[in-house]
């Protein structure tokens, strides 16, 4: 059965996508753990580069990716500029402070206690709880999450969105508060121009 993609404004449907079988999802997982092993050894500098340049690629596609977040999500233009500029900067500012930059994970993950994920630290989940150890000390993602508690409203306003993507960095036993802190003021009042 295919996925259909509709713009919840006007209900117009703007995409199909045909379910995939056990051995197309099997070839995307190998590829997926081939690409992240090959990551994992990346030197940082390496690494920062290239989310510097991911960044930059985001900010030269504002247009497109904003027309996109607004027929899939039914968010103004302006808001959704807004957004992809925000996620672009914020994996920049991250990257340049030592944060592992983490893809978004699958909105469907194995953990019984929830339907999707419904916040960004969710895939960080067996880090914190301390059923696995955290293969960085710091990270940063831009996760897709899915949102039901105020479902009613998607559609009515501008803030009420089911899906969406949460920007957040993460420290696993690097820094607490007194690191968090610093970290988030910094970038709140630095001037854009300057990096913030």
């Not at 995409?15 to 090959?38: G, P, V």
């Not at 977040?69 to 039914?74: A, I, K, Q, S, V």
Request: aromatic share 10%; net charge negative.
């Amino acid at each position: 059965m295919p996925f259909v993609a509709t713009n919840p404004a006007t209900g117009e449907v703007i995409a199909r996508f045909d379910a995939l079988d056990a051995s197309e999802i099997d070839a995307l997982l190998t590829q997926a753990h081939r690409a992240f092993t090959e990551w994992r050894t990346t030197p940082f500098a390496h690494r920062s580069l290239l989310m510097h340049r991911a960044a930059e690629l985001l900010e030269g596609e504002v247009p497109v990716v904003a027309e996109m977040m607004t027929r899939e999500m039914g968010k103004t233009f302006a808001a959704a500029k807004g957004e992809v500029s925000k996620c672009a900067m914020t994996m920049r500012y991250f990257a340049d402070r030592g944060h592992q930059v983490v893809p978004s994970a699958s909105l469907l993950l194995d953990d019984p206690t929830l339907l999707f994920v419904n916040a960004g630290m969710v895939p960080f989940k067996p880090y914190f709880l301390g059923e696995a150890p955290a293969p960085y000390p710091r990270a940063t993602s831009v996760q897709k999450v899915v949102r039901t508690l105020d479902i009613e409203e998607v559609g009515k306003t501008t803030r009420h969105a089911s899906f969406f993507q949460m920007a957040g960095n993460f420290s696993f036993g690097d820094y607490f508060k007194e690191g968090a802190i610093p970290l988030a003021w910094e970038l709140l009042t630095t001037p854009v121009a300057d990096g913030g």
